[in-house]
Each structure stands twice: as C-alpha cells, then as structure tokens.
C-alpha cells in the first residue's frame, strides 16, 4: 500500500492492531492460568523466571502509563522539569540492583516469603513491620493503579473516537471497559501473565521509543534543535534546566525519583522471581538499556507537541495528558501508531497486573497474617480464590479514585503517578534499601518511619496541601521517615538477627 492508502485507513489500523493486541493479552492471560495453581505462583511466579524476562519486565513495570501518557504530557505542560525523574530514574535502577537484588532474594527464599511484606517481617522479626509495609503498599497502589486505569480510558477514548468518530463512549465508559479488560487479564493469570506481557510489550517499547523519537524528530523542520529555539522563544523556562518547575521542585524530583526506585514494590518483588539470585548480575544493564531508550518517546513527544502548538502548526491540547496520543494519531506513521498504542495498551495493562498483584498480597496475605500474629494461614483458607477476589475489588475502587480524580484535575495522569511513587518511596526506601544493608536498624525504627510518612503523604494528599517553589510533598515525608528511622536505631540497643537473616545481609 502506498503512503496516501496507508494515511486514509490510519485509525482503522489503529484500532485493529488495538484489538489485536488485547485480544492476545487475554489469550496470555488464560495461558498463564494453566500454570497458576497456587498463590506462590500467583504472586511470585513460583521463582522460575528467567533473567531476559524479568529484565524487561523490571523496566517496562517502571514506564508503562506514568511514562508513556503521563511524562509526555508533563513535558508538554511544564517543558523540561520531568526530564530529572529519567535521568535519576537510571541511577535508581543502578542503586536497587546493588542494595536489594542478592538479598532480598535469599532471604525470601529462606523464609519462603510471597510478599515483599513477608520478607520485612522475617528481615526485622516484627508482624507489625509488615503489615505497615502491606498499608502502604495498598495506600501506594490505589494512586498508581488510578493513573494506569486513568491513562488507559484516555488512550482507548482517542482511538476510538479517531476510528469511529467522536462522542462514541465517554471517558467512564472507557474506564469500565479498561477495568473489565483488565480484572478478566489479571485473575485469570496473575503475575505471571504480567511479566510474559511485559517481555512482548518491553521489546516493543524499546523500538518504538527509539522509532516515535525518529518521528517526533521528523514532525517539524530543523528537527529538536529549532523546537529548543521555538520554545526558548515562547518560555525561555520551559526549556531551561528546570522547566517551569523551577530549580527546587526539579531536586525534589531528582531526589525522589533516585533514591525512590528501591522503595517501589512493583518493581522490587520482580527480584524476588528469579530462578537464582546471581540473575541480578545480568538483570541490571538489561533494565537500564530498555529504560533509556524505551524514555525517548517521554522525552521526545512531549517536547514535539509543546513546539507544534507554540509554533501554530497544531491547536492547543484539551489536555496535557493527550500528548501521546494526538502525536500519534497526527505524526507518526500508521502502522508504528498502532503499534505503539497496542503496546501501550498493553504496557497499562501489564503494569496495573503487577499492582493489583501486590495490593490483593497485602490484603488477603500479609494483613491477615498479622491478624493473626504471624502465623500461617488455616489449611482450608484459598488464598488463590481470595486474591483474584481482592484483584476485582482494587480495580473497582481504583476506577472509581480514577474517575474521582479527573474530575477534580483533568490534567492528573502524572501527579497520580508521583503521589504513588511518592508513598512507596518514603515508607519503603528507609525500611528496605538502609535496613537490608544495616544491621542496626531495629523494628521500633521501621514502625514509626513507616507511620509517619503514609501520614505526611496522604494528610497532605487530602489536604491538597502544596509547598513553596514547586517542592514535592513526598520527598518531605521521605526525609522524616529517613530522619526517624536512623534516629531511633541509632538510639535503641543493636536487634538480635534470626541465623538466617544474618546470612542473608552478609551475602
């Protein structure tokens, strides 16, 4: 077909590598099923992943929706302020690896653990320390998993509308249909559907990063370097070290999203999966070769459809958040639209599993088992059958908080994304990153870090409280919690360390 034929059916191709697409997520889905017999396999894969799969489901976990819809938009809102959360992205990648990969995973294999909050527990000798972990973690998860549903109703709302005309379903009808899509995806397979999506969509979002960022290069003459001047001349801060942002709110940025990587349990408890714990050696530059170039397309979009709007050769954006997909539908080729909308679609969906996955953990696992006081489980308690319950449920409520959400601030896809972010990083990064590597943290230290943060985060969070000069709110929880945690293992007597939790942190 010629060029001409290929642009007069753009959203018919569209929609069919769409369907496509979903169609052969959900047949994953049911294949994954066959080999989900158990909650091991339902939450940790029954830790036989291999080191290419769990490389690219580590990276692609990561962007997903945030990335792909949410850092466009950011960049189109606020020029070049979210380019600091994918640079320190990448050393917090470097950062996990070396802090948490070797022990994280001996010490949930000695203990058997099918939850990051077991290996807490286990690593400090308190319940408690874990069911906070498994609070957080819902709290995190119902911020992240509103963006994925979120950006998912937005991407499938603009395909259909270019398909089939405007006015066809309304954002809540999207989001039903996503929440269905995705509760018949998730319970069906679990993580493990999630991670072999993950490895057919994260090789497709490596190319077509590097592919859209040819295109995003190609939509306006002069290529990057006279969308720069285009900007600098409308506002020379957007393109400028900082952004609009400002040069406070962008450390903030800087030091949240650095340090806030190994505090992320999406990611994290993919370390727990593998077949050996020498994987880690091989994951790493893996991870961060698909990051880098999967980020091209955050970056490059959004600085292209900034310049086109500036420049007049396209209408200013309803929202900051149709970035991606205007650009899409308008310069790109047919064919890598398709493609890149599918593969989102099916970035959203994998990564919403990966959450759902971890959340329906602490609900029908982790907070239970602190019920009751540690121990196992009754033998005719179906934690299976409870956990793709507890799926349906998070993803009805976190459709609702997404809905919610859009109505208070329609341009909310990414700051959803920073709040969950935000939450996991200041009550994880302390308890998990320092404490598997210090042995004089003690469980009274990780409690109150724990406490004190979700209760900065969400009171600011409800209080729609904002700091001065752009600061983010979550890296003032992170730096109490930190301040906390060091403080009072400082202060109290060194903990006596399990046989086997010692021999996990000299590793």
Not at 118 to 130: H, I, L, P, Q
Request: proline fraction near 5%; hydrophobic fraction near 55%; charge should be neutral.
């Amino acid at each position: 077909m010629t060029a001409s034929s290929l642009e007069a059916v753009r959203a018919e191709i569209t929609l069919a590598l769409v369907a496509l697409y979903l169609v052969a997520c959900i047949a994953i889905g049911f294949w994954a099923m066959r080999r989900t017999h158990s909650a091991r396999d339902f939450f940790v894969a029954g830790r036989r992943l291999g080191t290419w799969v769990t490389s690219i489901a580590v990276f692609s976990t990561t962007l997903s929706g945030f990335g792909f819809v949410g850092g466009p938009g950011m960049i189109y809102a606020m020029g070049v302020t979210s380019v600091w959360m994918i640079v320190t992205s990448v050393t917090g990648y470097v950062l996990t690896f070396v802090l948490l990969a070797k022990r994280l995973r001996l010490l949930s294999e000695a203990r058997d653990a099918l939850s990051l909050p077991d290996v807490v527990a286990a690593r400090y000798g308190d319940a408690r320390t874990g069911a906070l972990v498994a609070l957080a973690i819902v709290l995190g998860v119902l911020g992240y998993l509103a963006t994925q549903i979120l950006a998912m109703a937005t991407v499938l709302q603009d395909v259909l509308a270019s398909a089939l005309g405007p006015g066809v379903l309304g954002l809540e009808a999207c989001a039903a249909v996503s929440c269905a899509v995705l509760v018949l995806y998730c319970t069906t397979g679990g993580i493990i559907a999630s991670v072999y999506t993950d490895l057919v969509q994260g090789a497709l979002m490596i190319g077509a990063g590097v592919l859209v960022c040819l295109a995003a290069n190609a939509s306006m003459e002069g290529g990057f370097p006279a969308m720069a001047a285009a900007l600098a001349l409308d506002d020379p801060e957007a393109i400028g070290p900082w952004g609009t942002l400002g040069m406070f709110g962008s450390l903030s940025l800087f030091a949240l999203f650095m340090l806030g990587t190994a505090g992320q349990p999406h990611v994290i408890t993919k370390l727990m999966m593998t077949e050996r714990p020498s994987d880690a050696r091989r994951m790493l530059p893996l991870s961060l070769a698909g990051y880098t170039l999967s980020a091209l397309l955050w970056l490059s979009v959004g600085l292209a459809m900034r310049a086109l709007v500036v420049g007049g050769a396209h209408a200013p954006l309803a929202t900051s958040n149709a970035a991606a997909p205007v650009f899409l539908q308008h310069y790109a080729h047919p064919v890598l639209a398709g493609l890149v909308f599918a593969g989102l679609l099916a970035a959203i969906m994998s990564t919403a599993d990966a959450f759902l996955n971890i959340g329906a953990a602490a609900l029908v696992h982790d907070l239970p088992r602190w019920w009751r006081g540690g121990a196992p489980p009754s033998p005719g308690r179906d934690e299976l059958a409870l956990a793709r319950v507890a799926s349906v449920a998070l993803a009805l409520l976190g459709t609702a908080f997404a809905l919610y959400s859009h109505r208070v601030n329609q341009e909310l896809i990414a700051f959803l994304g920073i709040f969950g972010s935000a939450t996991f990083a200041a009550a994880l990064v302390p308890v998990v990153a320092i404490g598997f590597n210090w042995r004089r943290a003690t469980p009274r230290a990780a409690n109150c870090a724990i406490a004190a943060s979700l209760a900065i985060n969400v009171g600011m969070e409800l209080g729609d409280v904002r700091l001065p000069l752009g600061i983010e709110g979550g890296i003032v929880a992170m730096l109490v919690s930190l301040a906390l945690f060091l403080g009072i293992s400082l202060v109290e007597p060194p903990p006596v360390l399990a046989p086997d939790v010692e021999a996990a942190l000299d590793a």
